[in-house]
Every structure is written in structure tokens, then in C-alpha cells.
């Protein structure tokens, strides 16, 4: 099984009080392993509640998912905390960041769930913040940084875990030009190097074009790949 992300007939159907909300409608697709794909489509598509579930952080109403061949809804809590914290990295639209730590804090973070001892850890997210090109600003605090510098410290945080996928949701939604096209070769160098799948849902064709492929979605389901 050569796939990272398999979606077979996924449906997702939010409840709010007596009103169903249908996200996903019936969603099949595969990605292979080591692919660079970018998941394209109006607001309200469902790319956001695709990624969701894509990284195990929610389940779906019906069908099935395969995250590297394993389904997230068999797996116990303790499963599915290794699951999230070592297979999955995930690059949000706001950076979320935290403000009162350092660039080098925030990207220890997610080493702090693993049982690594305290010297790697550090050692660990300084290399990150090497692959970013951020070494030089490791003691820097968030809004002491640029917008492309943040997203580059979301992106160590992402990757220091040496996670199988990395899951970005518009990246560079809140990015000027310049930063946004720095942020899309850094993604793309760390697809090339590390051999991580990438996924990246945006709306700037730009950022979809870097992409060895592009999936529209529209009303939950997939209407043009290419
Ligand atoms: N937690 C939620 N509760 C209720 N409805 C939701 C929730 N999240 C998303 N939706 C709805 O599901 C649909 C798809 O949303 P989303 O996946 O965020 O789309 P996109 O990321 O493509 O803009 C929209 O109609 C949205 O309002
Ligand atoms: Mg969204």
C-alpha cells in the first residue's frame, strides 16, 4: 500500500442543534506517498474539513480514511495521540504561534510529547530552525518577526517531529506576495528533501501550480483532478 492518504466515499456531516451541515460528500481520492498536492476549491468546498480529517484530528460520519494504511477510528486515544504527534504536521493559515515564546520554545513544543531527552530536543528543533533559514532569529519572539518568518517557525514546529505528512491549510492566506512565494519553495524544497507527502489546500494558483498535482473540490467532493 503505496498511499499516504486514502479517502474511500467520505462523508462528513456536521450537526448544529437540529441542522445538518454536509461537508464532505462522499470524497474519494489517494495521495501517494511522498506526493506534493494542492487541494483547490471556493469557501465552504470542505478543503478545511478534508485536512481535518486527514490528519486524524476529527472522524468521519461515513466511508472510511487510511492514514499510512491505518484507520484512524479503530485506533484507541493513546494511538491516536502517536499517530497525530508522530506521523502528522500540520501549517495553519494564522501561524499559531505562541506569543510569549521564543522561535526555538515554540518549535520544542511538540518534541515535549515525545520521550526524546532535553538535550536532543534542542538540538532537534535548532536543526529545524536551520531548514526553515531561520537559525539566526531562534531567540526571537513571534511579533518580534515578519508574517513569512512566523509561518517558517510554524513550519520548523511542523517538521521537527520528522512527521510522514505535512497537512497546510492556506499558508499563505495571510502572506504579501513575496513572502507567500518563499513560503511555497520552502514547502516544496522540504517535499524534495525530507520526502515528506505534502498537502496544501489554497486559493492562490500560484501555490496550486507549484503542486506535482491539483485537486478541485466542490460541494465535498472531487470534480477535477490534474
Ligand atoms: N465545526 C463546524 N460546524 C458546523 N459546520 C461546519 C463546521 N466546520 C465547517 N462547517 C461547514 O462545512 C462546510 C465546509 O467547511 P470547510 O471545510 O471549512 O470549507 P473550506 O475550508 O473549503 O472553506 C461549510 O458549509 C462550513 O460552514
Ligand atoms: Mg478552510
Given at each position: 500500500?503505496?498511499?499516504?492518504?486514502?479517502?474511500?466515499?467520505?462523508w462528513?456531516?456536521?450537526?448544529?442543534?437540529?441542522?445538518?451541515?454536509?461537508?464532505?460528500?462522499?470524497?474519494?481520492?489517494?495521495?501517494?506517498?511522498?506526493?506534493?498536492?494542492?487541494?483547490?476549491?471556493?469557501?465552504?468546498?470542505?478543503?478545511?474539513?478534508?485536512?481535518h480529517l486527514?490528519?486524524?484530528?476529527?472522524h468521519?460520519?461515513?466511508?472510511?480514511?487510511?492514514?499510512?494504511?491505518?484507520?484512524?477510528?479503530?485506533?484507541?486515544?493513546?494511538?491516536?495521540?502517536?499517530?497525530?504527534?508522530?506521523?502528522?504536521?500540520?501549517v495553519?493559515?494564522?501561524?499559531?504561534?505562541?506569543?510569549?515564546?521564543?522561535?526555538?520554545?515554540n518549535?520544542?513544543?511538540?518534541?515535549?510529547?515525545?520521550?526524546?531527552?532535553?538535550s536532543?530536543?534542542?538540538?532537534?528543533?535548532?536543526?529545524?530552525?536551520?531548514q526553515?533559514?531561520?537559525?539566526?532569529?531562534?531567540?526571537?519572539?513571534?511579533?518580534?518577526m515578519?508574517?513569512?518568518?512566523?509561518?517558517r517557525?510554524?513550519?520548523?514546529r511542523?517538521i521537527?517531529?520528522?512527521?510522514k505528512?505535512?497537512?497546510?491549510?492556506?499558508?499563505?492566506?495571510?502572506?504579501?506576495s513575496?513572502?507567500?512565494?518563499?513560503?511555497?519553495?520552502l514547502?516544496?524544497?522540504?517535499?524534495?528533501?525530507?520526502?515528506?507527502?505534502?498537502?496544501?489546500?489554497?486559493?492562490?494558483?500560484?501555490?496550486?501550480?507549484?503542486?506535482?498535482?491539483?485537486?478541485?473540490?466542490?460541494?465535498?467532493?472531487?470534480?477535477?483532478?490534474?
Open positions: 500500500m503505496d498511499d499516504a492518504i486514502r479517502f474511500e466515499n467520505v462528513k456531516i456536521y450537526r448544529m442543534g437540529k441542522v445538518e451541515v454536509p461537508a464532505l460528500r462522499g470524497l474519494s481520492l489517494s495521495i501517494r506517498r511522498g506526493e506534493h498536492v494542492a487541494i483547490m476549491g471556493p469557501s465552504g468546498s470542505g478543503k478545511s474539513t478534508f485536512l486527514a490528519g486524524a484530528l476529527d468521519p460520519t461515513k466511508g472510511r480514511v487510511l492514514i499510512e494504511g491505518r484507520d484512524p477510528s479503530k485506533l484507541s486515544d493513546a494511538e491516536l495521540s502517536r499517530l497525530r504527534n508522530k506521523l502528522i504536521g500540520f495553519f493559515q494564522t501561524f499559531n504561534l505562541i506569543p510569549r515564546l521564543t522561535a526555538i520554545q518549535v520544542i513544543l511538540p518534541l515535549t510529547l515525545q520521550d526524546i531527552p532535553q536532543e530536543r534542542r538540538k532537534r528543533a535548532e536543526e529545524a530552525l536551520r526553515v533559514g531561520l537559525a539566526h532569529r531562534m531567540n526571537h519572539r513571534p511579533n518580534e515578519s508574517g513569512g518568518e512566523q509561518q517557525v510554524a513550519i520548523a511542523a521537527v517531529t520528522r512527521p505528512i505535512l497537512l497546510a491549510d492556506e499558508p499563505t492566506g495571510n502572506l504579501d513575496h513572502s507567500a512565494s518563499e513560503i511555497v519553495e514547502l516544496t524544497r522540504l517535499n524534495k528533501e525530507l520526502g515528506v507527502t505534502l498537502v496544501v489546500v489554497t486559493h492562490n494558483p500560484d501555490v496550486g501550480n507549484a503542486a506535482q498535482r491539483i485537486i478541485k473540490i466542490r460541494d465535498g467532493v472531487v470534480y477535477e483532478e490534474n
